[in-house]
T-cell receptor
Framework: GAVVSQHPSRVICKSGTSVKIECRSL??????MFWYRQFPKKSLMLMAT?????????EQGVEKDKFLINHASLTLSTLTVTSAHPEDSSFYIC????????????FGPGTRLTVL | AQTVTQSQPEMSVQEAETVTLSCTYDTSENNYYLFWYKQPPSRQMILVIR??????QNATENRFSVNFQKAAKSFSLKISDSQLGDTAMYFCAFMKLYPWNDMRFGAGTRLTVKP
C-alpha cells in the first residue's frame, strides 16, 4: 500500500512553454503533498507544501508564479512549470502523507524535466 | 529552521562487512521523526528505517539499525552484512510534525558495496 505515481516520468519541452506534472496517491488519501527538486548528484530540496483545497506554501527562494501547484483533491496534486527555461531542467519528486496518521511521506518515482 | 548534515559524501564497504553512515541534525523541536532513505539509480526513494524522537530505543530493521543520540542530535545508520544491492545514495531526513510534516534532507552519502 501507500503508492504514489507521477506522470509523465520524462518530459522534454522547448524554452518558453509550460509543463504540467501530475502526482497521484493511488491507494490512500493524501491531505498533504510535497514537491521536491533534485539536481544531479544532489539532495532533495523541498519546493512547496500543498494541502488539499488550500494554497500551497512555498519555500524561500521558490517562485510561486513560476511553479504553480494545485491540490484539488485528496489524491491529486499538480505542478506546472510556467515559461520553462533550461535552468528549470531537473528531477522533480512528489510525496504525500496519509490523511490518517501523517507520520511518513510516500514518494513518487519522479519526473525528469529537460528544457531545450 | 532544521538542518541535516551528512559529512561523508562517499563510502565503500566490502560485501558482508559492516558500515556506518553518520548524520547530525539541528532543531529546536522536541517531537519529530528521523529517517534514512535509499535512492538507487532508478531515483525512487525507498524508506530504510525510521525513528520517532520520543522513543529511546534504537530502531532496527533486519540488517539495518540506527544509533539515535537525541541530546547529541546524532542519527547514524549501521548496515550489517552489506550486500551488493545496498549500493545506492543514502539520505538522512528530519521530519517535524507541526503545522505539517515537511521533511529536510541531508546532502547524501554514496555507498558502494564491493564484491
Amino acid at each position: 500500500g501507500a503508492v504514489v505515481s507521477q506522470h509523465p516520468s520524462r518530459v522534454i519541452c522547448k524554452s518558453g512553454t509550460s509543463v504540467k506534472i501530475e502526482c497521484r496517491s493511488l491507494d490512500f488519501q493524501a491531505t498533504t503533498m510535497f514537491w521536491y527538486r533534485q539536481f544531479p548528484k544532489k539532495s532533495l530540496m523541498l519546493m512547496a507544501t500543498s494541502n488539499e483545497g488550500s494554497k500551497a506554501t512555498y519555500e524561500q527562494g521558490v517562485e510561486k508564479d513560476k511553479f504553480l501547484i494545485n491540490h484539488a483533491s485528496l489524491t491529486l496534486s499538480t505542478l506546472t512549470v510556467t515559461s520553462a527555461h533550461p535552468e528549470d531542467s531537473s528531477f522533480y519528486i512528489c510525496s504525500g502523507t496519509r490523511t490518517s496518521g501523517g507520520d511518513e511521506q510516500f514518494f513518487g518515482p519522479g519526473t525528469r524535466l529537460t528544457v531545450l | 529552521a532544521q538542518t541535516v548534515t551528512q559529512s561523508q559524501p562517499e563510502m565503500s564497504v566490502q560485501e558482508a562487512e559492516t558500515v556506518t553512515l553518520s548524520c547530525t541534525y539541528d532543531t529546536s523541536e522536541n517531537n519529530y521523526y528521523l529517517f534514512w532513505y535509499k535512492q538507487p539509480p532508478s531515483r525512487q526513494m525507498i524508506l530504510v528505517i525510521r525513528q520517532e524522537a520520543y522513543k529511546q530505543q534504537n530502531a532496527t530493521e533486519n540488517r539495518f539499525s540506527v544509533n539515535f543520540q537525541k541530546a547529541a542530535k546524532s542519527f547514524s545508520l549501521k548496515i550489517s552484512d552489506s550486500q551488493l544491492g545496498d549500493t545506492a545514495m543514502y539520505f538522512c531526513a528530519f521530519m517535524k510534525l507541526y503545522p505539517w510534516n515537511d521533511m529536510r534532507f541531508g546532502a547524501g552519502t554514496r555507498l558502494t558495496v564491493k564484491p
